[in-house]
């Protein structure tokens, strides 16, 4: 079946420390993947995604490229800021349906 | 163009009590997604509508429910509220072939 497993949290860094969220999936067919970023009180809204291997997605400083090799979707930005903590979900979509990871809560902290 | 609507943000209900959530997708899209979202057991699909019919539904019991409307407006509702449905409740929208889901702000539902 599809499942996606992301990184435990929380992560706590630095302001301008360099970020890393693994995430790794398990897919029947030929997914989409996704990043969505939760921030306090609000929805998920979607950070970035990609539609096929070798793909990358990027937005807003994050990037994720599309591993088939290895099954995996790592979220990564060079340089933190304490506006970027939030919680950020995994993603993938197959045949309609979507299934999420549990989600990583980053704080950052100045 | 407007994002997906949710309706109320906020709500406090008894148990035992029914509650009815109201989500306006994206104009032109017509698949809307519900999730329920816990601390405990992260994001939970709950059912997905396109075009009036329910095309997946999650795991959950009998007492979630939904439907959509001709003009893609959706509803779900829970019956016999428990303490446990505590949650905050996510509606998404995707356009008719479309991979993206796009997330409302969801709508708070706190069982007393």
């Known amino acids: 079946g599809n499942s996606v497993t992301q990184m435990e949290g929380p992560v706590t860094l630095s302001e301008e420390a360099f970020l890393t969220i693994n995430c790794t999936y398990t897919a029947t067919g030929y997914p989409s993947l996704f990043w969505y970023v939760q921030y306090p009180g609000e929805g998920l809204q979607l950070l970035l995604k990609a539609t096929k291997a070798d793909d990358k997605g990027s937005n807003k400083g994050f990037e994720a490229t599309y591993r088939k090799e290895t099954t995996s979707f790592h979220l990564e930005k060079g340089s933190v800021q304490v506006s970027d903590s939030a919680v950020y979900f995994c993603a993938l979509s197959d045949l309609n349906q979507f299934y999420f990871g549990t989600g990583t809560s980053l704080t950052v902290i100045p | 163009k407007a994002g997906v609507t949710q309706t109320p943000r906020y709500l406090i209900k008894t148990r035992g009590q029914q509650v009815t959530l109201s989500c306006s997708p994206i104009s032109g899209h017509r698949s809307v997604s519900w999730y329920q979202q816990t601390p405990g057991q992260g994001l939970q699909f709950l059912f997905e509508?396109?075009?009036?019919?329910?095309?997946n539904k999650g795991n959950f019991p009998g007492r979630f429910s939904g439907r959509q409307f001709s003009n893609s407006r959706s509803e779900m509702n829970v019956s016999t509220l428990e303490l446990g449905d505590s949650a905050l409740y996510l509606c998404?929208?995707?356009?008719?072939?479309?991979?993206?889901?796009?997330f409302g702000e969801g709508s708070w539902l706190t069982v007393v």
């Open positions: 509508y396109f075009s009036e019919t329910q095309r």
């Open positions: 998404a929208s995707s356009e008719p072939g479309g991979n993206t889901i796009y």
